[in-house]
C-alpha cells in the first residue's frame, strides 16, 4: 500500500478553533498510509507582490512544503460569510510569484465547521472559486457542511453518534478520491 503525505490547512489560529479540533479528530479516521501534517500558515507574511523577486523565507519553506504534499485537507472556518483571512493569505502565497503556482495539479478536499446553522456553505463556495483558479483537483462531493452543537463530540474528543458516520464516509471519500487522483498524475 503506497504512503500518502497529506498537508492540512487549518483556517484559524484559535487555540480553541473548532475547526482544528474537527481536523484532528477526522485525521484520526484516515488508514494508516494518509501521513497528516498540519502546515503553519499563521506565520506567514501578509503577501504582497513587491516581495516577489525575493520570497520571504516563510513563503518559500511554505512553497517547498506544498511541492512535497501528495494532496490537501482544507478546514475552514466563516469569517463574514467568507474564507479568513490566514487561509486566503496562505492560498495567495501559494499561488505566486506568477507562473509558480505550488497548487496547481495538486489534489484538496475541504470541509469546515461553524457555530452557526450555515456550516461555512459560503465560506468553502469561495474557497472553492479560488482552487478552481489555481487548478487544484478538488473533490467535490460529498460536500460537508457541519454545525457544531453541544453533542457534536462525546466527552473523550471523539465524534458524537448523530456526526460519526457521515465523517467516516466523508474520510473515505476523501481517501478514494485522493488515491485516484494521484495515480493519475
Ligand atoms: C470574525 C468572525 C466572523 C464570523 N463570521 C461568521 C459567519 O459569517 N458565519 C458563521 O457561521 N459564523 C461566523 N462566525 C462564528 C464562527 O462560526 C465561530 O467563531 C467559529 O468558532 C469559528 O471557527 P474557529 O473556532 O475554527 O475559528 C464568525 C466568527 C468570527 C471570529
Not at 481536523?23 to 500558515?41: G, H, R, Y
Not at 479568513?84 to 492560498?91: D, E, F, R, W
Not at 465523517?167 to 495515480?183: D, G, I
Amino acid at each position: 500500500m503506497g504512503k500518502y503525505k497529506i498537508g492540512v490547512l487549518v483556517g484559524s489560529l484559535s487555540k480553541n478553533s473548532i475547526n482544528r479540533k474537527l481536523a484532528e479528530a477526522l485525521v484520526k479516521l484516515a488508514p494508516e498510509n494518509f501521513e497528516f501534517k498540519f502546515l503553519d500558515i499563521g506565520s506567514l507574511p501578509v503577501y504582497n507582490y513587491d516581495n516577489d523577486g525575493d520570497i520571504p523565507a516563510a513563503a518559500k519553506s511554505f512553497k517547498q512544503a506544498i511541492a512535497e504534499t501528495d494532496a490537501f485537507l482544507m478546514v475552514t472556518p466563516e469569517y463574514n460569510r467568507s474564507v479568513p483571512s490566514v487561509l486566503k493569505n496562505a492560498i495567495d502565497t501559494g499561488s505566486r510569484p506568477w507562473g509558480q503556482n505550488s497548487w496547481a495539479g495538486k489534489p484538496v478536499a475541504i470541509i469546515g465547521a461553524s457555530i452557526g446553522p450555515c456550516g461555512t456553505a459560503i465560506a468553502q463556495g469561495h474557497l472553492r472559486a479560488s482552487l478552481a483558479c489555481l487548478q487544484m483537483r478538488q473533490m467535490n462531493l460529498p460536500e460537508a457542511y457541519i454545525t457544531i452543537t453541544d453533542d457534536f463530540y462525546n466527552a473523550d474528543g471523539t465524534i458524537g453518534v448523530r456526526t460519526a458516520g457521515f465523517l467516516k464516509t466523508w474520510m473515505e471519500s476523501f481517501v478514494s478520491s485522493v488515491t485516484k487522483e494521484v495515480a493519475k498524475a
